[in-house]
């Protein structure tokens, strides 16, 4: 198969993660991959930066759209798009894609559009905290509101427009069910683990390695919900036990009981440290998925994680990790209390229960064969009718 690839990042994020190891998935078995994208960060012959003026961003915050003034239009004159069987569309937003465009491509090529956040089904936000507080903050900085006009535009983009929507949990797939795009065919996906690199490892070779203390219990956090990680720290204040790690913060103030990774980069490193912790707190405020939950129990780690959007699919409460009260930092040091408290036996069960359901519900070789499932009868669906109302939603 020849597949064309539209992003805004090739290979740095949680979307772009999932489309890069898809993609490096596709190629090993032979297939074509050409990747379209805002931000190119790779070195790959086959990744192209789509042509973008300075300007475009002033149009996006003066006129308060950022649907109309990307300059995508060109990719239909490549080589690349015109040999294409299919279109894999990921994230569309950051003022890079023209959204009508979508019309063209979905009566010209089969179009799959795995949805990672909330953008595409609503007029400005990317996930469910900015829908709950929308005047807290914008995916996009607009000099003035013109929300509801947008999700009228996308609507009826989407009426002439063929997909094949794929969601990324069951969560997702419902609110798409009832969305805007409700009338496409909607499939979910899990994002898939590569379990191989996030395995079981032995933890007082990886603290040793990573310079972490051999003889405390270890809670490691990352980039969201920042605020929660700071309040269980001044939690567990006086507990000379207990040590933080801390993964993506670069200018996270420094705490004798906390070591800061920063930016972590490649996953062998993210692996070892994520081994090296006795529980990861996630406390997401808004989640499609929530990949490095996934990860992290792929590595034996509990994950405690608020009881919001699909994480309560990532991770099996009491099982192998803790769900606690959204934005309830007590709660959740509640749950992280009984874990830490676990015999050697409880531990080692709870580790090998969350390594499994890994395994079993988001292994990326069974996400890589469910992708190609999809492309696979894409492309001999093709030629079916098309009724200006999208695709008939399969089951």
Known sequence: MKIIVIGTIDNKGGAAQISWELRKRLKADGHS????????????????????????????????????????????????????????????HSNFFDLKDLVRMSREKPVVWTIHDLWAITGFANDSATLRHPNKKRFLLYLWDRTAALFRAKKKIYEKSRLRVVAVSDWLKREIEKSILGHQEITKIYNGVDTTMFALRDRNTARAELGLPADKKIIGFGL?????????????????????????????????????????????????????????????????????????????????TYAVDALPE??????????????????????????????KTERETMSKKARERVRNLFDVERMYREYISLYERAIKEKDSPFSGQGLRKKG
């Open 224 to 304: 969201k919900g920042l605020g929660s990680s700071i309040k269980l720290m001044e939690s567990f204040h006086g507990r000379n036990d207990v040590h933080f790690a801390a993964i993506g913060h670069d200018h996270i103030p420094a705490r004798s009981n906390l070591t800061s990774f920063g930016f972590v980069a490649g996953k062998e490193r993210m692996a070892k440290i994520l081994s090296a912790l006795d529980i990861f707190f996630y406390p997401t405020q808004g989640d499609t998925f929530g990949l490095i939950a996934a990860e992290a129990q792929a590595c034996g780690t509990p994950v405690v």
């Open 314 to 343: 990532v991770v099996a409460h009491e099982e192998t990790g803790y769900i606690t009260e959204a934005e309830n930092v007590e709660d959740a040091k509640a749950g992280i209390d009984r874990m830490l408290d676990l015999s």
């Open 33 to 92: 991959v050409s990747t379209f994208v805002r931000y190119r960060f790779s070195n790959e012959p086959d990744v192209f930066a789509i042509p973008r003026k300075r300007y475009q961003d002033w149009l996006v915050k003066l006129f308060a759209n950022d649907l109309r003034f990307a300059r995508t239009g060109y990719i239909f004159d490549t080589k690349e798009y015109k040999e294409a069987d299919i279109v894999h569309c990921h994230n569309l």
